[in-house]
C-alpha cells in the first residue's frame, strides 16, 4: 500500500468533494481525503500501484493546482 501527498490550492468543501467523487470515479480501490485546514490544501492518496503523476493530471485538468508536497 502506498501513500502520495500533494499540495494543492483547493479552498471549498465542494470543491473538495468534486474532485474525491472523480478520483474515486477512475481510481475506485484509492482511499481519498483533503486536510483544507493545513496552509498546503493537502491531498492524501491511498492505493496499491499509485501513480503519481496520474492524480496530479487528473486534478490539474479539472483547473486546480496539485504538486507532490516536498
Do not use: S
Amino acid at each position: 500500500m502506498a501513500v502520495e501527498v500533494f499540495k494543492t490550492n483547493v479552498q471549498r468543501e465542494l470543491d473538495k468533494n468534486y474532485i474525491i467523487a472523480v478520483i474515486q470515479t477512475q481510481f475506485p480501490h484509492y482511499k481519498v481525503n483533503f486536510d483544507l485546514e493545513d496552509c498546503d490544501k493537502i491531498l492524501r492518496v491511498e492505493g496499491v500501484a499509485l501513480e503519481p503523476k496520474n492524480i496530479i493530471d487528473y486534478v490539474n485538468c479539472l483547473g486546480y493546482i496539485c504538486v507532490p508536497l516536498e
